[in-house]
């Protein structure tokens, strides 16, 4: 009798294991090896009143932090390591973004160097009550990957599997000897008070509030502080308001810290007939007035605001 019910027990116990019954011995086991680290990362949150310019949009400033922030996060994601910017290339803003917008960021790794992580950033958004979301722009961005004493660490590298990530690796490569001929013209470059082109300088003090917690200030709080120097000088120039459009690249070269006076400024460098064209260029200091690092220039393109033509800008 004994012997019949223990035969019972087991085949009730392997008819539940077959049939996906839920078997808590089984439930308690680890899941092992981990999980690879995702290529890619998505960020989804509706704009909020806060999140816009005095025009009623988002401006490129924002939205430059908005990529900056998804993109640091594939980058760390991929590394596990605390990751700076280097270098954010093309960016268009094809359409603007308004209070209530459902917005997308969507940051996939498309190519890894030594220490370097190229990721490419879509940011989509859509009406929060028709739910058709549409690109609004893209813009390729570069991490490196730092170890505990901030030196460049090695990256794991990454392989592409389908079409897509081959052709969007391709493109980074591509890409690699144009950004080099574009930081060489950077560095080339001369700043000094003399001619007659508008400019508009911005000093800044680096607050603990603007510092992530690495103790650095981020790219995109940066970035937003060169949009707003630039349309601060567009705005005096053309007197209206003006908003991003395109930018053509920014390099970064040394991290500010708490503390570091911030000079912002920016230059008029070519005028269309419905765009400003100027460049901005980033000095840090500290509070005694010594120079520290010139850290950034970007190209950028402004265009006076008209919601009617907004989309037909590029010239």
């Known amino acids: 009798?004994?012997?019949?019910?223990?035969?019972?027990?087991?085949?009730?116990?392997?008819?539940?294991?077959?049939?996906?019954?839920?078997?808590?011995?089984?439930?308690?086991?680890?899941?092992?090896?981990?999980?690879?680290?995702?290529h890619e990362t998505i960020h989804r949150f509706c704009v909020k009143p806060a999140d816009v310019g005095i025009v009623g949009v988002v401006d490129g400033g924002t939205l430059l932090e908005w990529i900056d922030k998804v993109a640091y996060a594939a980058a760390a994601q991929w590394s596990?390591?605390?990751?700076?910017?280097?270098?954010?290339?093309?960016?268009?803003?094809?359409?603007p973004i308004s209070v209530g917008a459902l917005v997308e960021l969507h940051a996939t790794l498309v190519y890894t160097g030594r220490c370097s992580m190229h990721i490419l950033v879509t940011v989509y958004s859509s009406d929060s009550t028709r739910g058709n979301a549409v690109q609004t722009s893209q813009c390729p961005i570069i991490?490196?990957?730092?170890?505990?004493?901030?030196?460049?660490?090695?990256?794991?590298?990454?392989?592409?599997?389908?079409?897509?990530?081959?052709?969007?690796?391709?493109?980074?490569?591509?890409?690699?000897?144009?950004?080099?001929?574009?930081?060489?013209?950077?560095?080339?470059?001369?700043?000094?008070?003399?001619?007659?082109?508008?400019?508009?300088?911005?000093?800044?003090?680096?607050?603990?509030?603007?510092?992530?917690?690495?103790?650095?200030?981020?790219?995109?709080?940066?970035?937003?502080?060169?949009?707003?120097?630039?349309?601060?000088?567009?705005?005096?120039?053309?007197?209206?308001?003006v908003i991003t459009s395109y930018i053509a690249g920014i390099r970064f070269y040394r991290p500010i810290n708490i503390g570091h006076v911030i000079d912002l400024t920016a230059r008029i460098l070519h005028t269309g007939p419905r765009s400003i064209h100027a460049s901005i260029h980033v000095t840090t200091r500290d509070t005694d007035g010594v120079l520290i690092e010139s850290m950034?220039?970007?190209?950028?393109?402004?265009?006076r605001w008209d919601r009617s033509r907004f989309a037909a800008l590029v010239e």
């Open 1 to 38: 009798m004994q012997s019949t019910q223990q035969e019972t027990h087991q085949r009730t116990r392997r008819e539940s294991v077959a049939g996906n019954v839920q078997n808590p011995v089984q439930d308690s086991k680890p899941s092992w090896p981990p999980k690879a680290p995702s």
């Open 80 to 95: 596990g390591r605390y990751c700076v910017t280097a270098y954010v290339g093309n960016f268009h803003l094809d359409r």
């Open 143 to 241: 991490f490196v990957a730092l170890d505990d004493t901030g030196n460049p660490v090695e990256v794991p590298p990454w392989t592409p599997i389908t079409m897509l990530e081959l052709q969007r690796q391709r493109q980074a490569r591509v890409r690699i000897p144009m950004r080099t001929r574009i930081e060489g013209a950077m560095a080339a470059e001369c700043y000094t008070d003399e001619g007659t082109a508008p400019s508009a300088t911005l000093c800044l003090l680096a607050a603990p509030t603007d510092v992530n917690w690495s103790g650095k200030v981020g790219g995109g709080r940066v970035m937003r502080w060169m949009d707003e120097a630039a349309s601060v000088c567009g705005a005096d120039w053309t007197g209206a308001q």
């Open 296 to 303: 950034v220039f970007v190209g950028v393109w402004f265009p």
